[in-house]
């Protein structure tokens, strides 16, 4: 950005770290749905420029100067297994917090993100604030 100003990958890094703590919502490109920018939805090893969209099961690659979604990716085989594993967890706690947003907050992005690591499963359904559902099994797999 010229002499002495912030370079471009800076600001992109800024604006990154502001989506994400604003819990910004982006289009799904051809989907009718949006999904929002949080960290728990932030996927690893490219700068922060995709996201996952667990509802369609993709990667949304992430334009955060533009704050919009500028095309999707399939996930990863681990990704996909973590996401797969949490799946009905994930599609219960959502279609609860679905009936709570609709009743509660009109018009708003609601997006719940399931992992199965381990014994564990995760689900997180953010709206400006964080609301974790944390599941343990007894058994190493959760069925």
């Known amino acids: 950005m010229g002499d002495g100003g912030i370079d471009a990958k800076a600001l992109d890094e800024m604006v990154m ?49 533009e704050q919009r979604c500028t095309g999707v990716q399939e ?17 219960d706690v959502h279609t609860a917090m679905q009936q709570y947003v609709a009743e509660h907050l009109p018009g708003a992005t609601l997006t719940t993100y399931g992992f199965h690591r381990g014994s564990t499963v995760k689900a997180r359904a953010p709206h400006r604030c964080r609301w974790p559902v944390l599941l343990s099994c007894a058994k190493p797999r959760c069925a």
């Open 75 to 91: 996930l990863d085989a681990a990704t996909r297994a973590e996401c797969d594993g949490a799946d009905r967890y994930r599609e």
């Open 17 to 65: 770290r502001v989506n994400k703590t604003q819990f910004l919502p982006v289009s799904v490109p051809g989907a009718g749905y949006s999904v929002l920018l949080t960290a728990d939805g932030q996927l690893e090893g490219d700068g922060g420029l995709t996201f996952l969209d667990p509802q369609g099961k993709q990667a949304l690659v992430i334009a955060h100067a």
